[in-house]
């Protein structure tokens, strides 16, 4: 059964559907092929047949309903000696055989949602990634810190083509970090800041991980040359757009700003920031539970907190979807793209 908070809603998984999700898993996983490369996806096109009834509805509606902006199913099984410590990098050197049951349980479940993708400059283009800190990066604006506070934003607030959803699936959380959330539908703006907000008056930039990974590991793909073009020739854009009445939004406060002397445009920024931050609600990822937010009507943020590095820090899988990547009638296979 399911229930709906504060346009949250909520799945909790009985038993009998555990042991569907297990059946299907246990199938896919003997199959060889991990859901962190494209060719799971191509093969297992039509995998959502292997989530259990009640929660492919409740993902279903979940999709249709515009008014939900979040969403939470518990309950998945996950164990702390099964998946090992928290590691240390996202170049894991064992592999990814330690996560490959939750994983399989986000890919059915995106496949209820769309079509899963990934940005080529991220985590070598895989296909589901992770969200842990990463000594050295503490006080970096990425899933990979921790001292700081990670600002409100969009996922690829920077791209035309950001992805439908974003799924974080909680292996290890115990400190419950909690990810804040907060819709441009609970926000309240004057009509003057509403209106600047809709017009091209801001330049996003692409954040730190696209260019700086590269950088390190492949200077050379063509990739990063793009992410570098798309960093200093940014395209202005709005934040608000859409429908004027019922509004998406994109948003990335640490890399964006204003185009030129914009005195007013400067204000509505502070202002819809300043409301995020009344309105915004703190949802956690915890173990065994996954986190869907919907990128273009919900900013999320995340709270700060103290890395230990001892294998028990909070590690998130993290998958990005599209309703709809490849358009009417194409081969529903998934890709990276640049």
């Known amino acids: 059964m399911y229930a709906t908070y504060a346009r949250t809603r909520e799945y909790t998984l009985k038993r009998p559907e555990v042991d569907v999700l297990l059946d299907g898993q246990r199938e896919l996983v003997e199959s060889g092929l991990s859901p962190v490369e494209p060719e799971f996806y191509q093969k297992y096109a039509g995998c959502q047949g292997l989530?259990?009834?009640?929660?492919r509805g409740f993902l279903e509606d979940f999709r249709n309903d515009r008014s939900s902006?979040?969403?939470?199913?518990?309950g998945f099984p996950v164990g702390d000696a099964a998946v090992g410590p928290t590691p240390q990098h996202w170049e894991r050197p064992d592999g990814y055989d330690s996560t490959i049951e939750s994983d399989v349980y986000m890919a059915l479940c995106a496949s209820v949602l769309g079509d899963p993708f990934s940005w080529a400059t991220l985590q070598r283009g895989r296909l589901i990634q992770d969200v842990f800190p990463i000594r050295g990066d503490e006080r970096r604006e990425s899933g990979h810190g921790s001292d700081a506070f990670l600002m409100f934003h969009t996922d690829d607030a920077f791209?035309?083509?950001s992805c439908d959803y974003i799924m974080l699936f909680g292996v290890r959380n115990h400190d419950a970090?909690?990810?804040?959330a907060a819709a441009i539908r609970d926000v309240v703006l004057s009509d003057e800041y509403r209106r600047v907000l809709f017009?091209?008056?801001?330049?996003?930039?692409?954040?730190d991980e696209h260019i700086r990974q590269l950088e390190l590991r492949a200077p050379d793909d063509p990739a990063l040359q793009r992410a570098i073009e798309m960093r200093d020739h940014p395209q202005p854009v709005s934040v608000l757009f859409g429908d004027v009445l019922d509004p998406n939004i994109r948003l990335d406060v640490p890399y964006m700003r204003c185009i030129g002397d914009d005195p007013t445009a400067e204000r509505a920024l502070t202002a819809l920031q300043v409301e995020l931050d009344r309105v915004r609600r703190p949802l956690v990822a915890a173990q065994g539970t996954l986190l869907i937010i919907d990128n273009h009507s919900v900013v999320h943020?995340?709270?700060?907190f103290k890395a230990r590095y001892d294998g028990t820090d909070r590690w998130l899988r993290k998958i990005i979807v599209s309703r709809d990547l490849f358009?009417?009638?194409?081969?529903?296979?998934?890709?990276?793209?640049?």
């Open 199 to 207: 017009e091209d008056r801001f330049h996003i930039l692409p954040d």
């Open 69 to 74: 902006t979040a969403c939470q199913v518990h």
């Open 159 to 161: 791209r035309p083509d």
């Open 51 to 55: 989530v259990p009834e009640g929660l």
């Open 327 to 338: 358009g009417d009638g194409a081969d529903p296979t998934c890709r990276v793209l640049l």
């Open 177 to 180: 970090v909690p990810t804040y």
């Open 301 to 304: 943020a995340r709270e700060s």
